[in-house]
């Protein structure tokens, strides 16, 4: 069995500063970890994905995510948050390619980017 | 940009009319899926397929019924539409690296 913990509902920061968004994973096996990105109204986009190459994996608009087994984590960082990060995030873990279950969604992180 | 579309995005409906959302797909996957996206933005999976011919019912319990003809085009049905229904439907398909979403159909029955 997997899951995920987003561990905070909402964040918010200043444009400009450091953006950390945690995610906690528990898997069976070697998991593949992912966060997406969701805009208002629109669908998801994927950020970056973690599948057992490097632990540290870089994303798209600057965006980067490190996977550390040792405490089951895989924390999304930004190191300067612009007004159009605002956006609900989630992270996804997928342990089980034959099942079509094998995506488990966080609940979601909600960024709010304060002028 | 992934290549994959739904329509309508938005759709407004009376209650026990019929309808049809429709994802379709370029990129040759033969996983899809549809999710039921709750006001509290969690995601709930609602059918999933294998491949052409193939459908099966997600974890959480769903009216809609899908189909799967071809590998590119994976609707969603509800047959009598009721105001329980209305939500966002997100369609996504994968491959063996990552899924990739549809834009999401917002569904609102009066």
């Known amino acids: 069995a997997q899951s995920v913990t987003q561990l905070d509902s909402h964040v918010s920061v200043s444009e400009g500063t450091p953006v950390l968004l945690r995610c906690n994973y528990s898997s069976s096996y070697s998991p593949s970890l992912f966060w997406y990105v969701q805009h208002p109204n629109k669908g998801l986009q994927l950020l970056l994905k973690?599948?057992?190459?490097?632990?540290l994996v870089k994303g798209i608009n600057g965006f980067e995510a490190e996977f550390k087994k040792s405490e089951t984590s895989f924390h999304l960082t930004k190191p300067s948050a612009h007004m159009s990060d605002a956006a609900e995030y989630f992270c996804?873990?997928?342990?089980?390619?034959?099942?079509?279950?094998?995506?488990?969604f966080g609940k979601g992180t909600h960024l709010i980017i304060q002028p | 940009e992934a290549d994959i579309y739904q329509t309508p995005r938005y759709l407004v409906i009376g209650t026990g009319k019929k309808i049809t959302l429709e994802c379709s797909q370029t990129?040759?996957?033969?996983?899809m899926y549809w999710y039921q996206q709750d006001p509290g933005m969690e995601l709930h999976l609602i059918h999933y397929?294998?491949?052409?011919?193939?459908?099966e019912k997600g974890d959480l319990s769903s009216e809609s019924t899908v189909s799967r003809i071809r590998t590119e085009h994976f609707p969603l049905t509800l047959e009598s539409a009721r105001p329980s229904h209305t939500s966002q439907y997100l369609c996504?398909?994968?491959?063996?690296?990552?899924?990739?979403f549809g834009q999401g159909t917002r569904l609102t029955v009066v």
């Open positions: 973690y599948t057992s190459a490097a632990t």
């Open positions: 397929s294998y491949g052409v011919n193939s459908t």
């Open positions: 996804v873990v997928s342990d089980n390619w034959r099942g079509a279950d094998g995506l488990t």
């Open positions: 996504a398909s994968r491959d063996r690296v990552a899924a990739f």
């Open positions: 990129m040759g996957h033969d996983k």
